[in-house]
């Protein structure tokens, strides 16, 4: 029995469920209570359910590029469904899984608990904003049933525009209308922090997970437009001939890679700022220590999305782009680095000398810290511009982004979901069952990465269905760690599911943690407190007394 | 027969290096490697013992003080960026020189199609896919495509450009090891993107003039160009005693001044450009009266027209 299990047990209530209070799970059981919900909560379900759909869609066709990558003469698939799987696993896991993926489950359901207060600011537009995704969903499904898209996630013209004999207007138009319910989550995001924190909730006072939402949001402000507007602009190109891109219309295709990645680099910052968050809460929660340099935590998560800005060009350093402009973006995406050095290693710091326990959760959080170092650094590799030149759009781009993307953002998603799922369901999931599959991601990640950042090296190009023989030893590792992963993804997937009917019932606040949420039930009642908290303590107080609610 | 690929042993860990430029970019990312281990080894590290050293129910010292940390920030937010720094310079400077092809490099042309690669040598002699070089001098890819965007990467260089369909792009290097190494297409393309793969055969300069008499040509680049400018009759117009066109002689590389009051450099896209679409980039002091070419030259005529274009110098008075 492990210290922590201990925790639990002091705090698990005998209670029998008909004596529970009402709360947001059990006072009304109607479909429609469900479905037409305006409580932040349910509508964060609701996302959590239809991201997990998208999840395992986007895992299959990765599973499937795996399958076909242990041969390299390309004869498990055709290369026109070879590319249209990778174009639908990036496609799916990019819009439809990490970038609703913690805003718009976490976010949804924790911001309001986090600042006090009973709802986001706009309910209705919040429940609008689901439904868009669904609308937008629902295109990218058709798209799948009808035949598929072979353009790439990055859309490049005049390949998707003029060339591609695939249905790339109603994948277009998926990824467009998904983005306005990013843009309206953003917005009302950012007027629930502005406005409705609780008394004494002053910003200093406010979780990190709520500062990195904060940053987030405005990234979806700001950025989302931007890709909206290009692939609205694609769309008339090849639906309407009007020329944008395309030279043979008058285009210029390099000014679709600039509009893309101007969406595109930022929104980098959208999957990775939350699951900073996250992992904050994490790591301060399982060491009961203060968040180490509370403050610079804070400011760095406003750095990143500000300079998150200015470094798109990263992304074209080998397309022409003038030497002066190269030389600036590569100088401004190593100034990336300082605001990420200062989450690790004060993540680090908040460690030491803490009261650790190492629950799924905090496995999770230490798994992140050392895969995001690894993707980070590596980012710095193909941000110098030599380096570049050899790396780009190789095996090397494809580790680095997943050490960033399934490494840190996943890692954080998958550890933030064992930390509140009591407070989410009001039950405990298995512990032990939690750690193994912890376990089984981590390694099963890095088994399936690592060899890729050699694959790079070694010069094979990314987006190939056919490869020369000599990669294919590292690519039948790629593939065996793949089944390693994709089984360590199938554990949390049962017993989570297991634990809404057999888990433990869960208390208030089964960690001992800090913050509003855990000052109130697990589930919460409808309005998530009894009363209005009023907040006169700092956050993180965990060598201070426990708070009290008033 | 498969030419033996240099490098392509299914257990090296290591790619084939062609030229000096490659290794210098080696020792780049192998030392950009080292800091990194010294920078990531003691975060892993720390938070392992930590973890441990600090786990809940060990009776263990765990005061600490909150005191002010602004100078513990400031260090590791700055040094870690001081010691990158350096491999952002180190890396530019490398690059610069990628970026700037010397004076006396024998120039190749490249178009990359759905889905090979064409490439032509100055005397003529045309390739599919495969590329051969002489060693110790110094080659410059001059690219275009003839549809989506492509990207000529030369791992065994270390070396890439994209190549697109509206501008001509270039590559350059010196390779110094004679052997096959592999060149491919690393912008996604479509279908058979993947196939979009040859050889490159770094040769020693007495094979490579054997291999060019082999491979024959009846006419350079030039001469085709020349050929193609007189049976579109461009001569009839751009000529040096007519009114209606500009005179070309002399014009590859020179300033031109535009209507709209800026200048721009004769160059290849340029020139091409004015062939395709002659309204635009309208010429100051001209009447803009030249027929665009679009649809009726292909993409290697353009490169032949513009090869021949170069050659023509000022009359010496």
Sequence with gaps: ?550 | MTPDIAGSHPLALWPAAASRSATEVDHLILAFTGITLVLTVPIFLAITYFALRYRAGRNTVRRHTEGRDVKIELSWMLIPFALTLGFFLWGAIIFNTELHPPGDSMEIQAIGRQWMWKFEHPGGQAEINDLHVPAGQNIMINMISQDVIHSLYLPALRIQMETLPNRYTQVWFKADRPGTYRLYCSEYCGTDHSKMDGNLTIMSPGDFANWLTEAGSTQSLAAIGARLYAAYGCGGCHNDNARVAPSLAGIYGSEIKLADGTTTIADDTFLRNKILNPDTQKIAGTKQVMPSFHGILKEDDLTHIVAYIRTLREPTQ
């Design chain 1, 1 to 550: 029995m492990s210290p922590s299990d201990a925790v639990m047990r002091d705090h698990s209530t005998a209670r029998p469920a008909v004596d529970r209070p009402a709360d947001y799970l059990h006072e009304q059981h109607t479909l429609r209570s469900w479905f037409f919900s305006t409580d932040h909560k349910r509508i964060g379900l609701l996302y959590l359910a239809s991201i997990t759909f998208f999840f395992v869609l986007g895992a299959i066709a990765a599973c499937l590029v795996r399958l076909a990558l242990i041969v390299p003469d390309g004869t498990i698939f055709s290369s026109d469904t070879y590319n249209k799987l990778f174009t639908m696993h990036g496609v799916i896991m990019i819009w439809f899984f990490l970038i609703p993926s913690i805003p718009a489950t976490f976010g949804n359901f924790l911001l309001p608990l986090m600042i006090g207060a009973k709802d986001v600011a706009f309910p209705h537009l919040n429940l609008a904003s689901f439904y868009i995704f669904i609308t937008g969903a629902l295109f990218t499904l058709i798209t799948l049933v009808i035949g598929g898209v072979d353009t790439g996630w990055t859309f490049y013209a005049p390949f998707s525009t003029t060339f591609s004999n695939t249905y790339v207007i109603p994948a277009l138009i998926g990824v467009i209308i998904v983005g306005f319910s990013s843009i309206l989550t953003g917005l009302n995001f950012v007027v629930t922090i502005h406005k409705m924190r609780c008394p004494g909730m002053t910003w200093f006072r406010m979780p990190i997970f709520v500062w990195t939402l904060y940053a987030t949001s405005l990234i979806f402000l700001l950025a989302t437009p931007v890709i909206t507007i290009a692939l609205i602009l694609l769309v008339m190109e090849r639906a309407f001939g009007i020329g944008v891109f395309d030279p043979r219309l008058g285009g210029d295709p390099v000014l679709f890679e600039h509009l893309f990645w101007f969406y595109s680099h930022p929104a980098v910052y959208i999957m990775v700022l939350p699951g900073m968050g996250v992992i904050t809460e994490l790591v301060a929660a399982f060491s009961q220590k203060k968040v180490f340099g509370y403050r610079f935590v804070a400011y760095a998560s406003i750095a990143l999305a500000s300079v998150t800005f200015l470094v798109w060009g990263h992304h074209m350093f080998v397309n022409g782009e003038s030497q002066l402009a190269a030389t600036i973006f590569s100088l401004l995406s190593f100034a990336v680095a300082v605001p990420s050095a200062v989450k690790v290693y004060n993540w680090t710091a908040t460690i030491h000398k803490g009261s650790i326990h190492l629950d799924t959760p905090m496995l999770y959080a230490m798994g992140y810290i050392g895969l995001f170092v690894l993707g980070g650094l590596t980012g710095l590799f193909l941000a110098t511009l030599a380096i570049d030149a050899h790396l780009h759009d190789t095996y090397f781009v494809v580790a680095h982004f997943h050490y960033i993307m399934v490494g840190g953002t996943m890692l954080a998603f998958l550890g933030g979901l064992h930390y509140w799922w009591p407070k989410f369901t009001g039950r405990m999931y298995p512990e032990a069952f939690g750690r193994v599959g912890a376990g089984l991601i981590f390694v099963g990640f890095n088994v399936t990465f690592f060899p890729q950042f050699i694959l790079g090296y070694l010069g094979m190009p990314r987006r190939y269905h056919v490869y020369p023989p000599e990669f294919q030893l590292l690519n039948i590792m790629s593939s065996a760690g793949a089944t390693i992963l994709a089984a360590g993804y199938f554990f949390p997937m049962v017993y989570l599911i297991w634990s809404l009917w057999y888990g433990k019932k869960a208390p208030a606040n089964p960690w001992n943690a800090k913050g509003l949420e855990w000052t109130t039930s697990s589930p919460p009642p409808t309005h998530n407190f009894l009363n209005t908290p009023v907040v006169d303590f700092e956050p993180y107080g965990y060598e201070n007394k426990a708070p009290e609610i008033g």
